[in-house]
């Protein structure tokens, strides 16, 4: 984790199904602070065993982030791992452990609609996830915002679940990785300065 400067905000990322945290990684920047999640089963912990079933991986995930997330902070999820940082934050806020600034998601079909849409580089363990995903009830909206990247007929929907105000950037899921890198930061700043001035960005559709 790169947080030798708290002026900058934390940013918490969940990788995609079959991702290591590697990537995620190398998204330095001067404004912005990197924690980066390695689920057990992937890159360096693939000795671990695979959590399958969502509700116990979220049970595990809050209470080993506990500290890390006692900071200001946003959630990044991209696929699988947008599920996941969305089921945390609804974890927190039914526990009255704090609200995130933002929940930003990537490439991944709303709650209600994810298990319909299993990515191809899914592993069994990430299919139950998804699965087991569908079970879980269904939660009052996010008290913060959520910004979206991906193409609409897949995100349409993720408004839903947030009372703050949602904004979809369209993005196509073969663009380069370095592109969806630019505008996840470039949000990243602007939920910083509006967390700021205490405001939440309007629901709408938009291109940059």
């Known amino acids: 984790m790169d947080r030798d400067d708290a002026e900058r905000l934390l940013f918490v990322c969940f990788p995609d199904a079959g991702e290591a945290a590697g990537r995620y990684r190398a998204w330095r920047d001067p404004r912005i602070a990197v924690h980066v999640v390695e689920l057990p089963g992937r890159g360096e912990r693939r000795d671990e065993h695979p959590y399958r079933d969502m509700w116990l991986l979220v049970e595990a995930l809050a209470g080993e982030l506990a500290g890390v997330l006692e900071s200001p902070h946003v959630l990044f999820g991209a696929g699988l791992g947008a599920l996941v940082a969305y089921r945390l934050a609804q974890r927190r806020v039914a526990a009255g452990l704090g609200v995130s600034r933002a929940l930003v998601v990537a490439h991944q079909a709303p709650p209600d609609r994810a298990a319909r849409v299993v990515p191809e580089q899914a592993d069994r363990a990430d299919v139950s996830l998804l699965g087991s995903d569908a079970h879980l009830p269904v939660a009052p909206p996010l008290p913060c915002p959520i910004r979206g990247f991906g ?24 663009d380069n990785a370095a592109l969806l890198r630019d505008a996840v930061l470039r949000s990243a700043y602007l939920i910083s300065a509006l967390a700021v001035q205490g405001a939440a960005p309007p629901s709408r559709l938009t291109g940059a």
């Open 151 to 174: 193409e609409p007929p897949l995100m349409t929907g993720w408004g839903e679940h947030t009372s703050a105000g949602f904004v979809l950037t369209p993005a196509r899921a073969q």
